[in-house]
């Protein structure tokens, strides 16, 4: 009665530790992932802090259109007086001038009236926060490819573990079987030792998929930030997206138009053009309004502090510049600006068209995917059909280990297939929908 007792009491302990370690492990869909990757990920953070960084810079540059106003103090001490010489009744004669402190202070304003270059400058930094959050988008399509193709390597990794496991499975089974037949003597040795071979081969493979789910869950834990010590683990399988091979795109309807980097190369396009016009701005006469409220202070020591020797100065006016010559920088300066902009759109061009190229590689990558899919799905029944065909025909002594085994690679192969078709067509889609600009997984 004890020892019964004990062995329901071990059984409740292992069912107790069990769940709380699957409480432990952080299941995770691809949905969260993506929640998690987007507001955990470093890069995600920076790319929206650059966002704050731009937007403070172009404040810092309306704030230009505002007076600007300062508190001004200065004072000098003399160490040698200025001397003045004059001629009385053709003597000269040598006074030194001055005094030995001075001092002025106050407040002094200055506005911008007419700047054409301000105001141009003004629009180059709205384009800087536009382009800043442009790429801050970019960031967070990288971020959904790459987190969606690491929960898909996961996914794949377990099926390939499935599959493996099958296999050892499936060895140790007809190991049993072929041992009771060794030992009522009904086959040889030689198929013991080769039933005994086939399972020492399957465990290699086993391991290796075990580690490739280990590793490919860590890289998933880097990219949503994650501590790489926690537990975590995906929702599904790979099967579960049959349903979207059904979906296929029409090259006709596929456009550039929401791609982050085309966007940003035209706010780039944008921007120099603003350029070559700030350049060309630079040329046009500014005008400005200032003004001053200081008071002065002259005096020798001992009657420096003296309150009668403060005097108040003040003045109001507008100035006028008028750029004539600056050694032809400025012309250099706006060829500069011109060639930027000429290379910008050979640039633009460039990348327009690779990345066209890239939209038919990933959909014909995607169609040759269906098509193997479903080749594959085709072939997995029948050669499921055919290794059970091999597996009665051994136990009932027509057929042998060799047709086991040939079935089994058959059987094998075509399952991997099968998997890896779905996972080459989900990464190339994932690839699609980043140039298309798609910023949702469906």
Do not use: C
Request: aromatic share 8%; no cysteine; hydrophobic share 40%.
């Amino acid at each position: 009665m004890r020892k019964l007792v004990l062995f329901f009491g071990l059984i409740a302990f292992g069912m107790t530790a069990s769940a709380q370690q699957s409480a432990d492990v952080l299941n995770l869909t691809l949905e969260q992932a993506l929640e998690i990757a987007l507001s955990e990920n470093p890069t995600i953070k920076i790319a929206d802090q650059e966002i704050e960084i731009k937007r403070y810079a172009k404040q810092g540059t309306y704030a230009s259109l505002y007076p600007q106003i300062d508190a001004t103090a200065q004072y000098q001490r003399v160490i040698e007086k200025q001397t003045m010489s004059m001629d009385f009744g053709g003597q000269t004669q040598s006074i030194k001038v001055g005094s030995d402190n001075s001092f002025n202070g106050g407040l002094t304003a200055s506005m911008p009236i007419v700047n054409a270059q301000l105001w141009t400058s003004l629009k180059v930094s709205a384009l800087d926060v536009e382009l800043a959050v442009e790429k801050a988008r970019s960031s967070r399509l990288d971020m959904v490819e790459q987190v969606t193709k690491a929960y898909y390597s996961v996914l794949l990794a377990k099926e390939s573990y499935n599959v493996y496991k099958r296999v050892y499975d499936n060895a140790v089974e007809n190991n049993k079987n072929v041992k009771k037949k060794y030992d009522v003597g009904s086959v040889s040795e030689y198929d013991l030792i080769t039933s005994n071979v086939s399972v020492q081969n399957a465990i290699p493979n086993l391991f290796e998929a075990e580690n490739s789910i280990t590793l490919t869950l860590w890289q998933l834990k880097a990219l949503l930030g994650l501590d790489l010590a926690r537990n975590i683990d995906v929702v599904g399988s790979l099967m579960d997206y049959e349903q979207t091979m059904n979906y296929g795109y029409e090259l006709s309807q596929l456009n550039l138009e929401d791609n982050s980097t085309m966007k940003q190369l035209d706010l780039q396009t944008e921007q120099l053009q603003k350029a070559l016009r700030l350049t060309k701005m630079a040329n046009v006469p500014t005008l400005s309004v200032n003004a001053a409220y200081l008071y002065t202070a002259l005096g020798n020591d001992g009657k420096f502090f003296v309150r009668d020797a403060w005097n108040p100065y003040s003045y109001a006016g507008v100035q006028l510049n008028i750029p004539i010559f600056a050694g032809n920088a400025k012309r250099a300066a706006t060829r500069q600006a011109r060639l930027n902009l000429s290379n910008i759109k050979l640039q633009r061009e460039n990348t327009e068209r690779q990345l066209q190229v890239s939209i038919v590689q990933y959909v014909n990558s995607m169609d040759t995917s269906i098509k193997q899919f479903h080749s594959s799905n085709a072939t997995v029944a029948q050669a499921q059909r055919g290794y059970d065909i091999a597996v009665k025909r051994y136990e009932v002594g027509s057929g042998t280990l060799v047709e086991i085994d040939n079935s089994q690679l058959a059987l094998t192969q075509a399952e991997l297939s099968r998997n890896q078709s779905v996972y080459n067509f989900l990464t190339s889609k994932v690839s699609l929908d980043k140039i298309l600009g798609k910023t949702e997984n469906k």
